[in-house]
């Protein structure tokens, strides 16, 4: 069974750095699909933030997180993370990473609910 598993979140300043780290254990990186990180603050829609390709090295970026965040995976470690640097108060919101076993990075990213496996999200919190 896949499972996934966020870390990294916290408490940081406005300007700082966290690296959240998902754990997707069982997923075929090799395969067509995609893994990728999601952002909701409640009674907002959900956002796709950055994804990337299981096998090959595409990614996307969400036009506000363009420059200042970074995603990478680690297939021998089963890892997908996100470099998120410069980070402001209006970032702050419960991440989720998730993983599709078909989806491309295009259609991973942009598309916001239904993907095969989630995490149950992390809280990132940025003070002013």
């Known amino acids: 069974e896949v499972q996934l598993v966020e870390s990294g979140g916290g408490l940081v300043q406005a300007g700082g750095s966290l690296r959240l780290s998902c754990k997707v254990s069982?997923?075929?990186?090799?395969?067509?699909?995609?893994i990728g990180w999601f952002r909701q603050v409640p009674g907002k829609e959900r956002e796709g933030i950055s994804c990337i390709s299981g096998r090959m090295s595409s990614t996307y970026y969400t036009g506000s997180v363009k420059g200042r965040f970074t995603i990478s995976k680690d297939t021998a470690k089963e890892t997908v993370y996100l470099q998120m640097d410069n980070l402001k108060p209006e970032d702050s919101a419960v991440y989720y990473c998730?993983?599709?076993?078909?989806?491309?990075?295009?259609?991973?990213?942009?598309?916001?609910?239904?993907?095969?496996?989630w995490g149950k999200g992390i809280q990132v919190t940025v003070s002013s």
């Open positions: 998730a993983a599709d076993r078909l989806l491309i990075v295009k259609s991973m990213c942009r598309t916001l609910y239904g993907h095969d496996y």
């Open positions: 069982g997923f075929p990186f090799y395969g067509e699909g995609s």
